[in-house]
């Protein structure tokens, strides 16, 4: 390895092992203790949504499942998973998404729409990080809803967002990107400098 790709070698071991220890610090609270927002009580209250924290939400109308997606570690690495989407309606009217990979919850989800169509009570809970959906994610929300209430959603009371419930970030799932992140940024310093070292012996 030349000296030049070395330095290279160093520089991104460094950023990538500062990025990874920003993500753990930005998680932090959630990982090692579990603490999430109540985003039931940020909606009742009409207050910001806190994009990029992980929350807790108690769906009481599901409106259905509209896309299955491949599934993804933090959004870079793909997994042999697949996720399904679903839409939601909140409490002062807004219109979002879950993203859920867990089979339980997915059955618990569309059990719940079933329920709720026979005019039944539902209450599912989902815990994830609170993200903007793809716009090909969008456009799928868009015909569901579009299908459901018509092209004016608004007339009824409910407005369409892009927000989404990421429930396949867990509090495991995190730290163990983290640390890999962490551990590849290292090693790479670590091999760089040892390559360097022995260049110049």
Known sequence: MSKSRCVIMIILGILLSGLSIVMFVHDAEYIFTGNTVDLNEILKNNGELPRDKFVTFTCEFPIDNY?????????????????????????????????????????????????????????????????INSSEMDSYLKECVGYIFGDDPESYGFFLTSYVIDTTKTRLSQSLLYTFLLAIGVLAIVISIRTLRGRTA
């Open 67 to 131: 896309a299955e997606t491949r599934q993804y570690l933090n959004g870079i690495i793909p997994l042999p998973f697949k996720t399904q989407q679903y839409a939601m309606l909140g409490d002062n009217g807004m219109i979002f998404s879950a993203e859920i990979g867990n089979k339980a919850k997915i059955s618990e989800m569309d059990q719940a729409i079933e329920t709720f169509y026979d005019d039944g009570e539902v209450s599912v809970t989902l815990t994830g990080n609170l993200q």
